[in-house]
């Protein structure tokens, strides 16, 4: 095996119905890529992405008591800099993760209003049906948002 083999997943999310809300399935290789995944669906259910540029890169750093609150806090914190600083995200590097702590790098674009056309608004991911499931070697995730 190439020691820079990455599994590559067949689909990164799928967004799924819920009753007055929103949600998605993300998929990935490791819970790294499930992350980064999560996030991209979350800013997929808000606008195109391909609409969007990574002009602005920034850093965040997160901690929680255990990796559901810390994949709830990680989009959670990604959908208050959207709505505090108008910057929609569409890549994540995700360079260290543990069970109660997240480090990441996320690259998007400020929002303009006469060029970018926004889906819906997210008014928060919540704890309702949230699963993290390690299963054929890979990793998933639910989470629905508060819409």
Same mark, same amino acid.
């Given at each position: =095996? ?5 599994? %590559? ?5 799928? %967004? ?8 998605? #399935?993300? !998929?990935?290789?490791? %819970? ?13 259910? =808000? ?12 850093? +965040?750093?997160? $901690?929680?008591?255990? #990796?559901?609150? +810390?994949? #709830? &806090?990680? +989009?959670?914190?990604?959908? !208050? %800099? ?15 993760? $543990? ?5 990441? /790098? ?14 819906? &608004?997210?008014?928060?991911?919540? !704890?309702? =049906?949230?699963?993290?499931?390690? &299963?054929?070697?890979? !990793? /998933?995730?639910? #989470?629905?948002?508060?819409?």
């Amino acid at each position: =095996m190439c020691p820079n083999w990455v599994r %590559i997943v067949e689909k990164p999310f799928e %967004i799924i119905d819920h009753t007055a809300d929103i949600g998605i #399935v993300a !998929y990935g290789a490791d %819970i790294k890529q499930v992350f980064a995944n999560a996030a991209i669906g979350l800013f997929n259910l =808000m606008a195109d992405l391909d609409d969007f540029k990574e002009d602005i890169k920034r850093e +965040l750093e997160l $901690s929680a008591e255990d #990796v559901e609150v +810390l994949l #709830v &806090e990680w +989009l959670n914190e990604l959908i !208050y %800099i959207f709505d505090v600083e108008h910057i929609l995200f569409k890549r994540f590097e995700i360079d260290k993760l $543990s069970n109660t702590e997240i480090k990441a /790098k996320c690259f998007g674009e400020k929002i303009q209003p006469g060029q970018h056309k926004l889906k819906r &608004e997210i008014k928060a991911a919540t !704890y309702h =049906m949230l699963r993290i499931i390690k &299963e054929d070697g890979g !990793y /998933k995730v639910q #989470v629905i948002f508060d819409i």
